[in-house]
C-alpha cells in the first residue's frame, strides 16, 4: 500500500509493521525513520548482505520470540530485490517486531516494490530528490520550530548554496541555531558568514574530479574559482581525506573484484550522487598509489605550514599533475 511521505505520522506500527523506504532522498528517509521510532526502543541496523548470509538465523529470531524478550526495531539498509524470497517466508506470520526496509530508487518493474505496493498490510513510501519549494518548507519548519526569525531573502540564499540537498541544508540550519542562542540578531550577512558551503563544495568538487582524473572539469574548477593562499590547508586537508577513504574501497575492491559490492558495502556509505565518480576513482588508482598520494599530500602540508610563499601556486601544479600521472597499475 502506498502513502506520501508527508502522510508518516498516519502510520501505525502495531497494525502495518512491515514498511519499505525507497529513494534517492537519503536526509528525508533518516527524518521519518526518527519519527517512526521515536519512544521505541533503539534501532537495531543490519545490511541486506549481513541478513542474506544469515537468513535461516534472521528469519527465526523474529518469529521465535521469547516471552521475557522486548519487539524489536530493525532497519535493513540497502535492500534489493533479493530479499522478497525472505519476506515471501515471513508473510502471513505474526510479527511483533517492527522492520523497516530501505532501498534507493526502485524501478516500477521491482519485485521489492511491487510486493509492498499490492499488500494492504504493508506500507511503500517513496522519497524522491528536494526541490527549492520542499527545502523552503523545511527551513521555514525548522526556524519556525526554534523561535528563529530571518527574512524569506535569507532562505532563498540559504537553499541556493545547499545544491538541492537537505543534509547539508540542516547542518547550516543548526549553525544558525547556536548562533541565535547568543541572543544576536540573523541577518543575511550573519548567514554569508557562517556558511562557506560554496567553497567547501568547490574545493570537494576539485578533489573528487582530480582523483578521477577529470582533467577538464578540474581546468573549469580552477578557472571558475578564486582559490587563495588562505585556502590551501583546506585543499590540502579535503585531499587527504578523501584519498585516505579511496584508499579503504581500492584494498576491498582489490580483494573482490567486485565494484559495485565495493561500493555498497562501503562504511560510512557512498551517498547515491557520488557512487559513479567514486567508481571511477577506484578503477583510476591502485592503493600502491593511493599511499604514494598521501604521503606527497603530507609533504605538501608541512611545506605550507613552514609558511611556504604563494602555496596555492603548489598546489594548484601537483592537482595538475594527477590528472595525467599513470596511477592503474
Not at 541486506?48 to 521475557?68: R, V
Amino acid at each position: 500500500m502506498n502513502i506520501k511521505f508527508f502522510e508518516i505520522n498516519k502510520i501505525n506500527l502495531d497494525e502495518n509493521n512491515l514498511i519499505l523506504f525507497y529513494g534517492k532522498n537519503e536526509a528525508l528517509k533518516n527524518d521519518a525513520i526518527e519519527q517512526l521510532s521515536k519512544d521505541k526502543v533503539k534501532p537495531i541496523n543490519y545490511d541486506e548482505k549481513e541478513i542474506l548470509d544469515t537468513q535461516n538465523e534472521f528469519i527465526e529470531n523474529i518469529l521465535n520470540k521469547s516471552l521475557f524478550e522486548n519487539e524489536k526495531f530493525i532497519i535493513i539498509k540497502r535492500a534489493t530485490d533479493k530479499i522478497v524470497k525472505i519476506l515471501d517466508q515471513l508473510k502471513n506470520k505474526k510479527i511483533d517486531d517492527k522492520i523497516i526496509i530501505c532501498s534507493e530508487n526502485l524501478e516500477k518493474k521491482s519485485k521489492l516494490r511491487g510486493l509492498f505496493e499490492k499488500e494492504k498490510k504493508y506500507i511503500c513510501v517513496a522519497f524522491y530528490p528536494d526541490n527549492e519549494q520542499t527545502l523552503i518548507k523545511f527551513a521555514y519548519s525548522y526556524l519556525k520550530n526554534k523561535k528563529i526569525l530571518i527574512s524569506l531573502s535569507s532562505i532563498n540564499v540559504l537553499i541556493n548554496k545547499c545544491n538541492g540537498d537537505r543534509a547539508t541544508l540542516l547542518s547550516e540550519l543548526e549553525k544558525i541555531e547556536l548562533f541565535a542562542m547568543t541572543g544576536n540578531k540573523v541577518t543575511l550577512d550573519v548567514i554569508s558568514k557562517l556558511s562557506n558551503l560554496i567553497e567547501n563544495q568547490s574545493i570537494s568538487s576539485l578533489i573528487d574530479n582530480c582523483l578521477a582524473k577529470n582533467k577538464k572539469k578540474i581546468v573549469n574548477i580552477l578557472n571558475e574559482n578564486t582559490f587563495g593562499n588562505e585556502d590551501s590547508i583546506l585543499i590540502v586537508r579535503t585531499f587527504l581525506n578523501k584519498s585516505k577513504k579511496l584508499l579503504k574501497l581500492s584494498e576491498e575492491f582489490e580483494k573482490n573484484r567486485n565494484i559495485d559490492l565495493t561500493i555498497s558495502s562501503a562504511k560510512p556509505p557512498v551517498f547515491w550522487k557520488d557512487k559513479d565518480i567514486t567508481k571511477n576513482q577506484i578503477i583510476k588508482w591502485k592503493p600502491k598509489n593511493i599511499k604514494k598520494l598521501i604521503y606527497k599530500l603530507s609533504e605538501i602540508e608541512l611545506q605550507i605550514k613552514k609558511n611556504l610563499s604563494n602555496p596555492i601556486d603548489l598546489i594548484r601544479d601537483f592537482i595538475l599533475d594527477q590528472t595525467t600521472a599513470n596511477t592503474s597499475n
